[in-house]
């Protein structure tokens, strides 16, 4: 099964987002949840990851005291919430559910970021 995100997102500047990323069916405690973004004609950019084992975090320097990933093993759900939001954050948001066996991409969270 893949992951399935929420519905896209339109934010003005300085506002935050948070959106979710739902993979049932995984032992959520065997992977890590990575969350990507794609910025339009750029390349993907990874932000950071939450391993629900142990709540522990790992952010991209960029997004260091900007953005908050957490999971909630319980409802089988990880969340990336981006504050200060710019107009160069509107980008497509992604999760990736893996492990060293798999990689798993939901389908994606569009972000407009406009005012």
């Known amino acids: 099964d893949l992951p399935v995100q929420s519905g896209p997102e339109l934010k003005n500047p300085g506002a935050s987002v948070k959106v979710s990323c739902k993979a049932s069916?995984?032992?959520?405690?065997?992977?890590?949840i990575d969350w990507v973004r794609q910025v339009p004609g750029q390349g993907l950019e990874w932000m950071g990851r939450?391993?629900?084992?142990?709540?522990?975090?790992e952010y991209a320097q960029n997004f260091q005291g900007r953005a908050i990933i957490t999971a909630d093993s319980s409802a089988y759900t990880a969340y990336v919430e981006l504050s200060g939001l710019r107009s160069e954050d509107t980008a497509v948001y992604y999760c990736?559910?893996?492990?060293?066996?798999?990689?798993?991409w939901g389908q994606g969270t569009q972000v407009n970021v406009s005012s």
């Open positions: 990736v559910i893996r492990n060293t066996q798999k990689s798993n």
């Open positions: 069916g995984y032992t959520f405690r065997n992977y890590y």
């Open positions: 939450v391993d629900p084992e142990d709540d522990s975090t």
